[in-house]
């Protein structure tokens, strides 16, 4: 049974900032010898998908005023996506309770770190490689101008998920392009520009601001097609006749207003499709509870459950992307994303609009990551 959440209702009455108890501890910013991704050189094989660590030779970052308030919304996680069953993988098997145990370890730490690191057992992710790398993307939520009913401009829709379709899900070129979900009455709102719709999709939820009826939403995950994800990025990276060697949110939409002509075959790439949800404006991922900017991240519930705390060393990057050192902090897994897959991937929420846009867009280094588990 999870604790009662009243503890952490109130936390901004009661929570004591004096960071003298830290002066021990190690520095959270770690400058390793590394490549320009991020990757640690000569880095050995890992022998297992989690290695357990030595919890006395990392890092434990401050816990500011915020991560201890998203810490309160990973308990109220817990009860509102209760684990069904243990939660196994390799030689873990992880249960609601242990996720919680962890939360409150890390609570009383915010007044004593050596008590939470003699309940805490860390456990290293062997990420996409198999040396520990794993890769730190970001994610943000878009801020949209949208009409309820659409007219000559805004009339690229956002849809709900069918509530029964018989057979496979349409692709998003079926949906798109042949109109395989014209006339159900499944729009929630209509945008102007495509590619707008498609990154909204991406992120997997945005703010609406209706200009024909000055009502505000925001759109949530409702679901996908089911299709798998494929990268426009990579197909225009690796067709020469785009002549792009990297590309970002921005140049995509530069590139499709000069040559608007090439719009459609680049998005229809991507099979994959997103239905959302119209809810409140509090932004919230696949956990119901709000994201915190670079706190919250999407996982692939295969390899971190829904409420697991992570140690990780997230590459910090100067204003150019270019990645000056790793900073370990503390990371929730409240999300999910459907470009998010394996054990060495990680999606850190970046914010809302332009700001968390142009944040998450520099975002493609690797840094390390530990599950935290309490001891047995």
């Known amino acids: 049974m999870l604790g009662s959440l009243s503890s952490c209702n109130h936390f901004e009455d009661t929570l004591p900032f004096e960071q003298a108890a830290w002066a021990n501890e190690l520095p959270t910013e770690q400058y390793y010898d590394i490549y320009h991704s991020g990757k640690r050189k000569g880095a050995p094989a890992m022998q297992a998908l989690f290695e357990q660590a030595d919890l006395d030779t990392l890092p434990f970052p401050f816990l500011d005023k915020e991560s201890l308030l998203a810490l309160g919304d990973q ?14 993988k390799g030689e873990l098997t992880i249960t609601a309770d242990d996720l919680e145990k962890v939360i409150y370890a890390l609570l009383d730490y915010r007044t004593n770190p050596s008590r939470a690191k003699e309940q805490l057992r860390a456990y290293r992710v062997w990420g996409g490689d198999q040396k520990g790398h794993v890769k730190f993307t970001g994610y943000y939520t878009p801020t949209l101008k949208v009409r309820k009913t659409p007219d000559s401009t805004y009339r690229y829709p956002f849809y709900r998920k069918p509530d029964s379709w018989n057979g496979p899900l349409p692709t998003r070129r079926q949906i798109d392009m042949e109109g395989a979900l014209d006339s159900l009455g499944l729009e929630l709102a209509y945008a102007a520009d495509p590619v707008d719709v498609y990154y909204t999709q991406l992120q997997g939820s945005g703010l609406l601001e209706f200009i024909d009826t000055g009502e505000a939403y925001r759109l949530t995950y409702g679901g996908s097609n089911n299709q798998p994800y494929r990268s426009i990025e990579r197909h225009m990276t690796r067709d020469g006749k785009f002549g792009v060697e990297d ?8 590139l499709v207003r000069q040559q608007p002509d090439m719009r459609d075959s680049i998005l229809m790439v991507n099979p994959s499709y997103t239905f959302f949800h119209l809810e409140d404006k509090v932004i919230t991922g696949a956990g119901q ?3 915190t900017t670079d706190v919250s991240v999407a996982v692939d519930r295969r390899y971190f459950p829904l409420g697991a705390t992570l140690l990780a060393a997230v590459p910090v990057l100067d204003k150019k992307g270019n990645i000056l050192h790793h900073e370990y902090r503390i990371l929730l897994a409240q999300d999910v994303g459907g470009a998010i897959r394996g054990p060495g991937h990680l999606d850190l929420y970046s914010g809302v609009g332009i700001e968390g846009q142009r944040r998450a867009g520099k975002r493609m280094h690797y840094g390390m990551v530990w599950l935290l588990l309490p001891k047995k």
């Open 75 to 88: 308990l109220r996680l817990l009860e509102l996506k209760p684990m069904k069953r243990k939660w196994k």
């Open 247 to 254: 590309v970002s949110i921005f140049d995509i939409k530069r």
């Open 289 to 291: 509870v709000p994201l």
